[in-house]
T-cell receptor, first 114, second 112 residues
């Protein structure tokens, strides 16, 4: 069972470059989300989606775009990378159960912006 | 607004001794609470969750947590630590919108 698949696992970008982090899930989950993990700060929500065609901002959305054209895929776009976006990024999915459902996480993407 | 506070950023124990990782929460709703574990260079895995049923929750690998509403706490315990328990642990609260609010994490070290 694949679960949540993130690609790439590692990426180095130059300041100003753009890229897309891919996320796909095969569990037919409605809810998908992107987090960034920085030392001492836990995971912070960037963007989330409650279904195809519906996205919304989380706690730290600036500098990131998302779209959700299918239930399975939820890509995260960095339009013009900045050193402050150096972080580990996690995609997660869950069913929608009033906050009670387990979230399933991808393996993470370690992004360095130089 | 909801929040969680993990009271220790690092906890060190000897193998075979008890583990206590502390978490306090703040929520205006009846919250769902979770503990997730992250082993080095891995994704996060659910250890256990509380969703308004039994206040003592048992999870995987011998971990358990007790929901105490009067103390707004959800501490994680294990009677006997194993070397493989060394990891980062996150306390998480959720409201009925399915958003997860993470604590800042507790790194558990286990010494032989």
């Amino acid at each position: 069972n694949a679960g949540v698949t993130q690609t790439p696992k590692f990426q180095v970008l130059k300041t100003g470059q753009s890229m897309t982090l891919q996320c796909a899930q095969d569990m037919n989950h409605e809810y998908m989300s992107w987090y960034r993990q920085d030392p001492g700060m836990g995971l912070r929500l960037i963007h989330y989606s409650v279904g195809a065609g519906i996205t919304d901002q989380g706690e730290v959305p600036n500098g990131y775009n998302v779209s959700r054209s299918t239930t399975e895929d939820f890509p995260l776009r960095l339009l013009s990378a900045a050193p402050s976006q150096t972080s580990v990024y996690f995609c997660a999915s869950s069913s929608m159960d009033g906050g009670r459902a387990e979230a399933f996480f991808g393996q993470g993407t370690r992004l360095t912006v130089v | 607004a909801q929040s969680v506070t993990q009271l220790d950023s690092h906890v060190s124990v000897s193998e075979g001794t008890p583990v206590l990782l502390r978490c306090n929460y703040s929520s205006s709703y009846s919250p769902s609470l979770f503990w997730y574990v992250q082993h080095p260079n891995k994704g996060l895995q659910l250890l256990l969750k509380y969703t308004s049923a039994a206040t003592l929750v048992k999870g995987i690998n011998g971990f358990e947590a007790e929901f105490k509403k009067s103390e707004t706490s959800f501490h994680l315990t294990k009677p006997s630590a194993h070397m493989s328990d060394a990891a980062e642990y996150f306390c998480v609260v959720s409201d009925d919108t399915d958003k997860l609010i993470f604590g800042t994490g507790t790194r558990l070290q286990v010494f032989p």
